[in-house]
């Protein structure tokens, strides 16, 4: 099977980094004082390193053991934890039809999760996006959602941001013709997610539709409406300045599939998981 791909060039975006952070990924966010941020940005926290170590003497230095960073889930305070588990559904890896994972176009030359090139981050709270920023704009082009030339995913992270960005294509298999795309793992940078969707647009009545379809995150047991409709309640700020009518869809044609990662959700919480 061959596959031809077509990268999107990175965007350059004055974009907030958050302590503790170090992926390169651009996100659009507002520019503002910092706060603790989005853990979707902590990928990296997720990789073994090795400490060096003096031996004998200043000059003397040797690899010591392997350690494990934390996981994203650890790094967060239990308190707030539970909170966004009860919000928004459990931290959860991406999944695929034959298991855990991504797909091998969803990665670069060395085999690391591609990042999403261009995204919005959204958040109760914050300053809310300025829609006549041009950065915006590119990042969310809601002239071409509603004719349907594009079409739009959002994921919400460790922190309860919700990242907005395009499914964009890059490449395609020469064999079946299917196209490939960067999908829900590219806007947390491959790492875990907790619900997660697209957006749909009805010409005839008008509505934008925040709809929690992902075969990659929203499959888990434990993902129900109240989350989606906590993730309504950011959209419905965020894009107030639009002046569009806002609406949900709850999918729930599929069996969930078992937690991975243990939810502090307290219906959830004695869930085996796999």
């Not at 507002?30 to 997720?46: F, M, N, V």
């Not at 739009?152 to 298999?173: H, I, K, P, Q």
Request: with cysteine; glycine share 8%; aromatic share 6%.
């Amino acid at each position: 099977m061959k596959v031809t791909r077509n990268l999107p060039t990175p965007v350059s975006v004055d974009a907030p980094t958050e302590p503790g952070t170090s992926s390169s990924s651009s996100f659009i966010g507002i520019k503002r004082r910092r706060s603790s941020g989005a853990l979707a940005d902590l990928s990296e926290a997720t990789r073994s390193n090795k400490r060096l170590h003096r031996v004998g003497s200043l000059d003397s230095r040797r690899a010591g053991p392997e350690i494990s960073a934390p996981k994203l889930h650890e790094l967060i305070p239990k308190e707030r934890a539970e909170d966004l588990d009860v919000r928004f559904g459990s931290l959860q890896p991406v999944r695929t039809k034959d298991g855990d994972g991504i797909h091998p176009w969803e990665r670069d030359a060395e085999g690391r999760p591609l990042v999403h090139p261009c995204r919005l981050a959204l958040q109760s709270g914050d300053t809310q996006p300025d829609w006549t920023d041009p950065a915006v704009r590119k990042a969310l082009d809601i002239d071409a959602l509603k004719q349907k030339q594009k079409s739009y995913l959002w994921a919400t992270s460790a922190l309860g941001r919700v990242f907005v960005g395009e499914e964009v294509l890059v490449g395609t298999d020469t064999d079946s013709l299917k196209h490939h795309h960067l999908g829900h793992p590219a806007l947390v940078a491959g790492g875990p997610a907790r619900i997660c969707g697209e957006f749909q647009f009805d010409a005839q009545s008008g509505k934008l539709t925040v709809i929690n379809k992902s075969g990659r995150y929203s499959r888990y047991k434990d993902r129900s409406e109240p989350h989606l409709q906590e993730v309504a309640k950011i959209v419905r700020e965020a894009f107030a300045p639009l002046g569009l009518d806002i609406e949900t869809k709850y999918r729930s044609d599929k069996a969930g599939d078992a937690l991975v990662l243990p939810s502090l959700d307290p219906k959830y919480r004695d869930e085996p998981t796999e």
